[in-house]
């Protein structure tokens, strides 16, 4: 085994350790908030992981580009996806999303 299969192991050990940790969160958690939370890890960490494995295996070929491309996605649009999903579920619970005066205090 070379040390590059063993880095490419490593790395996508470590992304389904972090989404079987994330899927513990979600069991476990109490509130729609903290299964949001618990979600983050899985969906950002892990594809950007086997994204950085398929990189180090097709040295940047095509496949690698494109693996490179879906983890920025997930990057850059987890955190937009996950405060439009907290507001909504706000919303849905106080019927507006911006603080109260009680709320502000």
């Given at each position: ?14 992304a389904v350790l972090l989404?079987?940790?994330s899927v513990v969160g ?22 950007v992981l086997v994204a ?54």
């Open positions: 085994m070379t040390g590059q299969q063993i880095l490419i192991d490593s790395l996508l050990g470590l989404a079987v940790g979600l069991i476990v958690a109490r509130d729609d908030l903290d299964r949001l939370h618990f979600i983050a890890p899985a969906s950002v960490v892990s594809p950085i494995a398929v990189v180090t295996r097709e040295a940047l070929d095509g496949r690698a580009i494109k693996a490179l491309l879906v983890g920025a996605f997930f990057l850059v649009l987890n955190p937009i996806l996950s405060q439009a999903t907290a507001r909504a579920h706000r919303v849905r619970e106080g019927g507006d999303w911006r603080l109260s005066e009680e709320e502000r205090r």
